[in-house]
C-alpha cells in the first residue's frame, strides 16, 4: 500500500505493522517526524479503490494512550467495501471525476490526473476529454488548466493520431472556447519534430488566438533549434497585440544564440515599434509588480536592434512609473551610449527600492560620477541595502530609520544601521527589525566592508528589545562564520 504524502517529511518509519477493521485490510506505521520531538501514528485502509488515512500526532506515550487507541480500533465503514480489481483500469473513472458536481472531487480528481500515467489503450478517452469545458475551480490557474494537462499526457505518449485530432479542431472551436485555441499550439510546440513546428505555421496562418497564453512560447523556446525554424513565420505577427509580446518574449535567447540576426528583426521593424508602442501606453501607469517581465525583454530586444527608431522607442520607457523598467531603460540607452537625464537617474536614486540596483549598474560601468551627489552617502546607501536584504517573494511596504550603533564582528568594531521594516498593510502588517552593515566606522564607504544586512525574524519589531535583537542578530552571524572546517580527507 502506497505511504501517505506526509511521509515525505518524515526522518524515519519506527514500526509497521498489518492491521484490519471490520472486513477492512490495511497497515499502521508509527514515524518519527523530522526535526520535531512529536511522532505520527497513521492507520491506511483500503476501501475499494480508495485508501482512507486516519492519522494522530503527539508524544509517543500519548499515541498510545486508550482514547487513541479506541480512535483507530473502533473506526468502521458503514457499508461493505467495494471489491477490487486491480487489472481494470481506473482511467474512465478518474477522466469523469474531473466533471464531477462536487468540487472537492474535482479538485482531488485534478491532483490525482496529474500524477497518473496513462496509455494507447487510453486515447480514445483522452481524445474525447482534450476540448472539453471544466468548471473553473480555482482563483489563481487560468481557464483550461485541466485541458493543458490533457494535452501534456497526450504528448507523453505521442501517438500522431492526438497531433492531428488537435490540428483537426483548432480552427473549428467557437468563441465561447477561444481561450482552447492555444492547447493544439502547445502541444505541436511539444511534440518537437519540424513536421509540428510546421503545423504550427498552418494554425496560426488559418486563425490568430484572440486570448493571451504564454505557455505556448515557454514551449517553444524549449527547442533554440525548433524555433529557429519556426522564428520568421512567427515574426510575421509581432505587430499583433496579442501575438507581439510573447513572440519578444522568445526573441533575447534567439538572438545571443545566432539562431536568427538582428537583420531578420529590423525587416520587421514597424511591426515591432507598434508592440513597444502599445506595451508602453498599457504600462506607463503601472507599478513594478505589475508589469509584465516579458515587457523588459521588449527593452532588451529593442537595444539590440540599434536603430535610431528603436533607440527612440526605449526611451519612451523612462517616462514609466515603474522604476524597475525605468531601469531597464537606463541600461539599454547606456549600453546604446546614449544620454540620460540627470532627472532620470535623481527618479531612480530617490526610491529605495531601485537605488542599490542604480549604483550597482553604474559601479559595473565605471560611470559612478552620473550617480546623484544627495544620495550618494552611507546613510543613505545603507537604507537601500537593508530594504533589498528584506526583500525576498514580496518587498517591504515601509522603511523608517531608528539609529546607528556600532558592534564588534569577527574581532572588529563595525557600523550598523537600523530599520523598522513592515511588510503587508492594515490587519495584516507586520514588522520586524532590520539591519545593514558591516559599515566602516569613518562612515566613508558607500558598500559594506562585510555584508551581513538582514531582518531578525525571530520575533516581530519590539521597540523595547532594539538592543537584546541586535546583539542577538551579530552574534548568530558571528557563530555561523566560526563553525568548525572539517580538516580535508587524505
Do not use: C
Not at 257 to 286: D, F, M, N, Y
Amino acid at each position: 500500500m502506497q505511504r501517505p504524502p506526509s511521509a515525505t517529511s518524515l526522518t524515519s518509519v519506527v514500526s509497521e505493522v498489518s492491521v484490519q477493521n471490520g472486513a477492512a485490510k490495511g497497515r499502521e506505521i508509527l514515524v518519527q517526524v523530522k526535526e520535531a520531538t512529536t511522532m505520527k501514528r497513521i492507520r491506511m485502509l483500503l476501501d475499494g479503490n480508495v485508501v482512507h488515512y486516519l492519522l494522530v500526532s503527539g508524544d509517543p506515550g500519548y499515541l498510545r494512550s486508550q482514547n487513541v487507541n479506541r480512535f483507530f480500533s473502533d473506526f468502521r465503514f458503514l457499508k461493505p467495501a467495494t471489491p477490487v480489481d486491480i487489472t481494470v483500469s481506473k482511467a474512465p473513472a478518474l477522466i469523469a471525476a474531473l466533471s464531477d458536481k462536487d468540487s472537492v472531487v474535482r479538485a482531488m480528481a485534478g491532483n490525482a490526473f496529474l500524477g497518473a500515467t496513462f496509455n494507447k489503450t487510453d486515447l480514445p478517452l483522452l481524445h474525447d476529454a482534450l476540448f472539453v469545458k471544466y468548471k473553473d475551480d480555482s482563483d489563481w490557474q487560468p481557464p483550461g488548466s485541466i485541458n493543458r494537462a490533457i494535452g501534456h499526457k497526450l504528448v507523453d505518449i505521442k501517438d500522431p493520431s492526438s497531433l492531428e485530432l488537435a490540428r483537426k479542431k483548432y480552427t473549428k472551436l467557437n468563441d465561447e472556447m477561444e481561450y482552447l485555441r492555444w492547447i493544439p499550439l502547445e502541444m505541436a510546440a511539444q511534440w518537437q519534430t519540424r513536421e509540428s513546428y510546421d503545423m504550427i505555421g498552418e494554425m496560426l496562418d488559418a486563425k490568430l488566438p484572440t486570448t493571451t497564453n504564454y505557455s505556448f512560447f515557454f514551449a517553444v523556446d524549449d527547442s533554440l533549434d525548433l524555433a529557429g525554424q519556426i522564428y520568421p513565420h512567427l515574426l510575421k505577427y509581432v505587430g499583433d497585440t496579442i501575438m507581439g509580446l510573447g513572440i519578444i518574449s522568445i526573441t533575447p535567447s534567439l538572438l545571443d544564440s545566432g539562431v536568427v540576426t538582428k537583420q531578420l528583426l529590423i525587416q520587421q521593424e514597424q511591426a515591432i515599434l507598434r508592440t513597444a508602442e502599445h506595451e508602453w501606453q498599457k504600462v506607463r501607469s503601472q507599478e513594478n509588480e505589475e508589469v509584465d517581465y516579458d515587457v523588459h525583454q521588449l527593452v532588451d530586444v529593442l537595444r539590440m536592434m540599434e536603430t535610431p527608431a528603436a533607440r527612440s522607442a526605449i526611451r519612451k520607457f523612462l517616462e514609466v512609473k515603474s522604476n524597475d523598467l525605468k531601469l531597464e531603460a537606463v541600461s539599454a540607452l547606456l549600453d546604446l551610449q546614449e544620454k540620460v537625464s540627470p532627472e532620470v537617474f535623481n527618479q531612480l536614486a530617490a526610491d529605495v527600492n531601485s537605488r542599490l540596483s542604480l549604483y550597482e549598474e553604474l559601479e559595473g560601468r565605471d560611470m559612478l560620477s552620473l550617480f546623484p551627489k544627495h544620495f550618494a552617502n552611507q546613510k543613505a546607501m545603507a537604507e537601500a541595502m537593508a530594504f533589498a536584504a528584506a526583500t525576498d517573494e514580496d518587498a517591504p511596504t515601509k522603511i523608517v530609520f531608528l539609529t546607528e550603533k556600532q558592534g564588534s564582528y569577527l574581532g572588529k568594531q563595525y557600523k550598523f544601521y537600523l530599520y523598522k521594516i513592515t511588510f503587508g498593510e492594515d490587519e495584516y502588517e507586520t514588522s520586524y527589525l532590520g539591519f545593514a552593515g558591516a559599515y566602516d566606522l569613518a562612515g566613508k564607504k558607500l558598500k559594506p566592508e562585510d555584508n551581513i544586512s538582514g531582518l531578525y525574524w525571530q520575533y516581530e519589531y519590539d521597540a523595547s528589545r532594539i538592543n537584546t535583537f541586535f546583539k542577538e542578530w551579530l552574534a548568530s552571524y558571528e557563530d555561523s562564520e566560526k563553525e568548525p572546517v572539517p580538516p580535508p580527507i587524505k
